[in-house]
């Protein structure tokens, strides 16, 4: 079934978080799945992510040429992306043993792209025409290496999404408010009502 590219599924705050966020529930086999396992889904996240990163990206196009060829390219951002900032939030501090997987990645994504990046007001290249997917990954994922990014990085509670906080005071708690603040929420009401209930004779 085609997967339905919500709002909600482009909570990272950065395109290679989003993108890292494909693989729903990391680390817990019995729920864990792979958004991307269908190569179809590439173009389709794409055009999504056009319009939900539309600021990161300076209004720039999405686009995906040769979904064959892109596949292993922007998984191999993908799972570079996730175990760098996983751990970096994990330690408060980027490990130069992750550096050498999401660099070369990144490399392999640019590799024969000709494009002129953080323009003042295009951080992504000339918007008048469209940017590949997986060298759109690798920029988005390498200007997450910043101090100000590092320190921002949270992995949510509920989810185990890896997310940028850009709020004021940076205690933002949820990838999602609305969706696993408010499954947080029920879940600690449903708890408390069992905790209060006077159990049977
Ligand atoms: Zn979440």
Same mark, same amino acid.
């Given at each position: &079934?085609?997967?339905?590219?919500?709002? +909600?599924?482009?909570?990272?705050?950065?395109?290679? !978080?989003?993108? *890292?966020?494909? %693989? %729903?529930?990391?680390?817990?086999?019995?729920?864990?799945?792979?958004?991307? #396992?269908?190569?179809? #889904?590439?173009?389709?996240?794409? @055009?999504?992510?056009?319009?939900?990163?539309?600021?990161?990206?300076?209004?720039?196009?999405?686009? %995906?040429?040769?979904?064959?060829?892109?596949?292993?390219?922007?998984?191999?951002?993908?799972?570079?992306?996730?175990?760098?900032?996983?751990?970096? %939030?994990?330690?408060?501090?980027?490990?130069?043993?992750? &550096?050498? #997987? !999401?660099?070369?990645?990144?490399?392999?994504?640019?590799?024969?792209?000709?494009? +002129?990046?953080?323009?003042?007001?295009?951080?992504?290249?000339?918007? *008048?025409?469209?940017?590949?997917?997986?060298?759109?990954?690798?920029?988005? @994922?390498?200007?997450?290496?910043?101090?100000?990014?590092?320190?921002?990085?949270?992995?949510?509670?509920?989810?185990?999404?890896?997310?940028?906080?850009?709020?004021?005071?940076?205690?933002?708690?949820?990838?999602? &408010?609305?969706?696993?603040?408010?499954?947080?929420?029920?879940?600690? +009401?449903?708890?408390?009502?069992?905790?209060? #209930?006077?159990? +049977?004779?």
């Amino acid at each position: &079934m085609a997967i339905s590219w919500t709002r +909600h599924r482009f909570s990272g705050g950065a395109l290679a !978080l989003d993108a *890292a966020n494909t %693989v %729903v529930h990391r680390g817990d086999p019995a729920r864990s799945f792979d958004r991307f #396992e269908r190569a179809e #889904e590439l173009p389709r996240f794409a @055009a999504a992510a056009t319009g939900y990163r539309a600021a990161e990206l300076g209004a720039r196009k999405l686009s %995906v040429a040769d979904i064959r060829s892109a596949l292993p390219k922007v998984l191999a951002i993908r799972e570079a992306t996730d175990r760098l900032f996983r751990n970096a %939030v994990r330690r408060g501090a980027v490990a130069t043993a992750d &550096m050498p #997987e !999401l660099l070369g990645a990144c490399a392999g994504a640019l590799a024969g792209h000709d494009e +002129h990046l953080r323009l003042p007001d295009q951080p992504f290249g000339d918007p *008048a025409t469209p940017l590949q997917l997986e060298a759109a990954l690798a920029v988005s @994922a390498l200007s997450l290496l910043s101090p100000d990014s590092v320190r921002r990085l949270r992995i949510c509670p509920n989810c185990n999404w890896l997310f940028v906080d850009r709020s004021r005071n940076a205690s933002r708690l949820w990838c999602d &408010m609305a969706v696993c603040g408010n499954r947080q929420k029920a879940k600690r +009401h449903y708890r408390r009502r069992k905790a209060q #209930e006077v159990p +049977h004779a």
